[in-house]
């Protein structure tokens, strides 16, 4: 088992997306005020094309409120269900933002699907990027990066004290554990990925990314343990790599794309920005179409 950190205990306080089913989270140093907002939300209406930021300036009002400085802007990876507000914290506070650093195999697979020539495909549209086992400073807060792929390439983990920030690697127990569909997804990485966080201490808290209400449960819930998480239900104790392989194939056959999938990628591997507005200065987001006809691509 890993041992535990002498790190002190952050002050974590959650904000829920509903309409996303999101959670973001200002994690902030009590001793010393600086902080960091971990996912951030964009709003973003798709029938419309308008964003708002209500979500980040919720996150905003409550660090202003707590008298914290915000240093970062953290996402766990290029999410595919929501718009991340990153750019318009950076843009109010000077916070950094930062991300794993296989960002880059997550824009060098979609740079072409979108056509994207204007994208950089090097990370440097962030202002850095993290290395698995990397740490920094929340002000006295120790802060650590595990590298955690397999829902993407990019995705991490950050480990702060006691707590760990997981992305989208896993659900409440109730629920499961992340797709591994999308491109440059792996389910045998996932289950690795999931099983380094579970040789954590158990009474180390895990922060989700996500919850969707498990069949049965009337409220929305996105913090557990590893004691728990090992009791998931899709990769409990005695689940091996193939059984959990195979569940998770299967199942990601069922599952639609995300609502948000196509403008969130390609606004959230530029680091949240979109891509350059148009000579009457409009940003514009692109819908890449494949038609078929009797299941043949066609002109």
Known sequence: MTEKTSTPAPAIKAFFDEATNTVSYLVADPATGRAAVIDPVLDYDHKSGQVDTRSVEAILGAARDQGLTIDWALETHAHA?????APYIKAKTGAKIGIGEHIREVQKIFRPV???????????????LFVDGETFLIGDLKVGVMHTPGHTPADISYRIGNAVF?????FMPDYGTARA????????KLYRSIHRLLELPGTT????????????????AWETTVAEARNNV???????????????????????????L????QVNIRAGRFPKAEHNGV?????????????????
């Open 181 to 188: 569909d999308f491109p440059g997804g792996d389910a045998n």
């Open 262 to 265: 196509l403008p969130s990628i």
């Open 205 to 220: 808290a895990l922060y989700m990314c996500h919850d969707y209400k498990a069949p049965g449960r009337d409220a929305y």
């Open 166 to 170: 997981v992305g989208d690697t896993m």
């Open 283 to 299: 940003h514009y987001l692109l819908i890449p179409v494949k038609a078929r006809q009797n299941g043949a691509l066609i002109d």
């Open 114 to 128: 979108f056509n994207a020539t204007d994208l950089k495909t090097d990370g440097s549209d962030f202002d850095h």
């Open 81 to 85: 269900d929501h718009l991340s507000g």
């Open 234 to 260: 899709h990769i409990r104790d005695g689940v091996t790599e193939d059984e959990f392989v195979a569940m998770r194939q299967k199942r990601d056959a069922t599952l639609s794309a995300p609502t948000l």
